[in-house]
């Protein structure tokens, strides 16, 4: 098997017709493999590493987190964006578009060495949070599927979002200490400069997070209702993160300990994980071998 192909058929941008496109894009003889449940990319990607010269996923964010949980460090990952916000290839420098994607892996991608990262054990390719935006990925979920299938899109994510917000009636106190540094009302830890994308706009976390370096953390101390625009101003990658008064800010860290109050939502790669009272995030530097435009 020379080359194979992942697909998940009920992420947001697949469907027959664009299947079709990407197939036509890359090389010939490629295997096509389609998923059917959960954790099943990551027993293929598994059962294929170092047996293939190359493995494309057309999905979304979830189908490439479970591929990167089974994928050994050499076997080349060629992403293609496939879901409502595709994370990860987009933050790689691969196009929007699923066919034009797939033309720039089959022609002159290159391969390139990035890290991960590890919370509890679990790998994650861009982001993971505790708490808020935990929070409002749980509350998507919980609206379900839209008829054909598909996850509500940005939109509705945004309005669950200010929802949320306005349950916790715009306050947000402290409720995990991030462990020899200080108390927090939420984190989020990035792997990468894109923590996820409101359309085309990309929103940056951490924009000093690199894929070959460690892990950022941003952690607001408190939230209330006037601290709303400044945190819309770090969304877009603006403000030093360093010097911030309300801010718990780790660049480059090997390993990040979060102690939470009670029970709170954690999140990797938009996937809910369920509620955890500990966390322990890691960097697996030179993780996996990615082909870039």
Do not use: K
């Amino acid at each position: 098997m020379a080359r194979l192909l992942i697909a998940n058929p009920w992420a947001s941008g697949v469907d027959e017709e664009r299947l079709a496109g990407v197939r036509a894009e890359l090389p010939a003889g490629t295997e096509l493999r389609l998923t059917s449940a959960s954790g099943e990319a990551t027993e293929i990607a598994r059962e294929v590493a170092g047996q293939v010269e190359a493995l494309y996923v057309f999905g979304g964010d979830g189908t490439f987190n479970e591929v990167l949980n089974g994928i050994d460090a050499t076997t080349p990952l060629g992403l293609i964006p496939g879901g409502g916000t595709s994370v990860l290839p987009r933050a790689l420098g691969l196009p929007r578009g699923s066919a034009a994607a797939a033309r720039r892996l089959a022609g002159d991608a290159r391969p390139r060495r990035i890290g991960l990262g590890r919370v509890n054990g679990r790998r994650f390719g861009f982001a993971c949070g505790i708490g808020l935006d935990a929070e409002i990925v749980r509350a998507v979920d919980e609206l379900g599927r839209r008829s054909d299938g598909r996850r509500p899109g940005n939109v509705v994510f945004a309005w669950t979002g200010f929802r949320t917000l306005a349950r916790h009636r715009y306050r947000l106190d402290p409720m995990l200490e991030v462990t020899g540094h200080a108390r927090a009302a939420f984190a989020l830890v990035s792997n990468g400069p894109s923590y996820s994308y409101a359309g085309p706009v990309a929103l940056h976390a951490a924009p000093s997070a690199t894929f070959e370096g460690g892990l950022d953390l941003v952690a607001p101390t408190s939230v209330r209702a006037r601290d709303i625009p400044r945190i819309a101003r770090y969304a877009v990658g603006r403000g030093d993160r360093a010097s911030a008064r309300d801010l718990v800010y780790l660049h480059d860290a090997d390993r990040i300990e979060i102690v939470c109050d009670h029970p709170l939502p954690l999140q990797a790669d938009g996937e809910d994980l369920g509620d955890v009272e500990h966390a322990i995030f890691e960097a697996e530097r030179d993780a996996v071998t990615v082909l870039v435009p």
